[in-house]
């Protein structure tokens, strides 16, 4: 089992900055990456971003590519989104989740955070 604590949510002005964070515990040694989703309401869940669990690789989804970036210190450390130049619609719960590729589908995803919200406001 793999427990997952996200941190870091809340409400930001449109243009503003957000950074998440994503802690793992239990057996996490047979973790192969750390990725982050997003669900808007009404929406379906929707790829962010991923990366390996040394942190040398990492993936994005085409609506987050270029303000968002992901990363880690190393493996004892959390697993960061950094969410810049944040718009209205960017607003979602956002859940990280433990991966078993760098691929974007949820299947490739077991274990999920409880989620924490981003409200961007105009």
């Known amino acids: 089992q793999v427990q997952l604590v996200e941190s870091g949510g809340g409400l930001v002005q449109a243009g503003g900055s957000l950074r998440l964070s994503c802690a793992a515990s239990?057996?996490?040694?047979?973790?192969?990456?750390m990725g982050w989703f997003r669900q808007a309401p009404g929406k379906e869940r929707e790829f962010a971003a991923v990366i390996s669990w040394s942190g040398g690789s990492t993936n994005y989804g085409n609506s987050v590519k270029g303000p968002f970036t992901i990363s880690r210190d190393n493996a004892k450390k959390p697993v960061y989104l950094q969410m810049n130049s944040l718009k209205p619609e960017d607003t979602a719960v956002y859940y990280c989740?433990?991966?078993?590729?760098?691929?974007?589908?949820?299947?490739?995803?077991?274990?999920w955070g409880q989620g924490t919200q981003v409200t961007v406001s105009s």
């Open positions: 239990g057996r996490t040694f047979s973790i192969y990456g």
């Open positions: 989740a433990t991966a078993r590729t760098l691929r974007s589908g949820r299947r490739e995803y077991d274990y």
